[in-house]
């Protein structure tokens, strides 16, 4: 079985430009969850879908974060304008469903503004 | 809200040493879940381990251990003689009901863990 896929796995931008990020769940997984992980801390859940609907994104920075979800597999996490402090690995993880408690992770992509 | 909070920041030990990660957390819930993941190297959250509140028996896989004891809101992790390969990031989690009923994970600050050969 196919595990979480991101791309890319590491990206350099400077601060002020765009960037986006790419996750395929593992197949039939209904529910997919964005990480933001600072050096050094936890990840911190940024969203949550079920399907293309979005659970739970208390935790997004909406002024310059946004992420879709458009056919209920792949998500794409943008971020638009980048400041330095968004340096940080993205990872994106995917459940059966949003009761299961087991989360099966991708590799991360790792941001660097500059 | 809740909260988890692994003390060790870095632990180094030999190689066949044991050795123990801590974990400390804080909820309300009656319910909850507690888990481990390892992050080596390539970046990957390793999923180990699961427990919920109503079960406080101790589990043995392998050389790994974990201790959960809800007197004193642990859920302590132990490496029986370690290994070089053992050396990551560890990550203590807690489980909590996010929008919609859904479980969201709450994550320590982890532990990084060196097994020196």
């Known amino acids: 079985e196919a595990g979480v896929a991101q791309s890319p796995r590491y990206k350099i931008i400077e601060k002020r430009q765009s960037v986006a990020f790419w996750c395929n769940p593992i197949?039939?997984?209904?529910?997919l969850y964005w990480y933001q992980q600072i050096l050094g801390q936890g990840p911190k859940l940024l969203i949550q879908f079920q399907n293309n609907g979005v659970v739970d994104d208390s935790q997004l920075p909406k002024d310059r974060f946004s992420a879709e979800r458009l056919k209920g597999v792949d998500s794409t996490l943008k971020i638009q304008p980048a400041k330095l402090e968004d340096s940080a690995v993205y990872l994106c993880a995917s459940s059966l469903d949003p009761r299961d408690h087991e989360q099966y992770f991708g590799p991360g992509t790792r941001l660097t503004v500059t | 809200a809740q909260k988890v909070t692994q003390a060790q920041t870095e632990i180094s030990v030999v190689e066949k040493e044991d050795v123990t990660l801590d974990c400390v957390y804080e909820?309300?819930?009656?319910?909850?879940?507690l888990f481990w993941y390892k992050q080596p190297p390539s970046g990957e959250l390793v999923f180990l381990i699961r427990r919920n509140s109503f079960d406080e028996q101790n589990e043995i896989s392998g050389r790994y251990s974990w201790n959960f004891q809800k007197s004193t809101s642990s859920f302590n992790f132990t490496i029986t003689a370690s290994q070089v390969v053992d050396s990551a990031v560890y990550f203590c989690a807690l489980s909590e009901v996010g929008g919609q009923g859904a479980q969201k994970l709450v994550f320590g600050q982890g532990t990084r863990l060196t097994i020196n050969p």
């Open positions: 197949s039939g997984h209904a529910t």
């Open positions: 909820t309300r819930d009656t319910t909850y879940y």
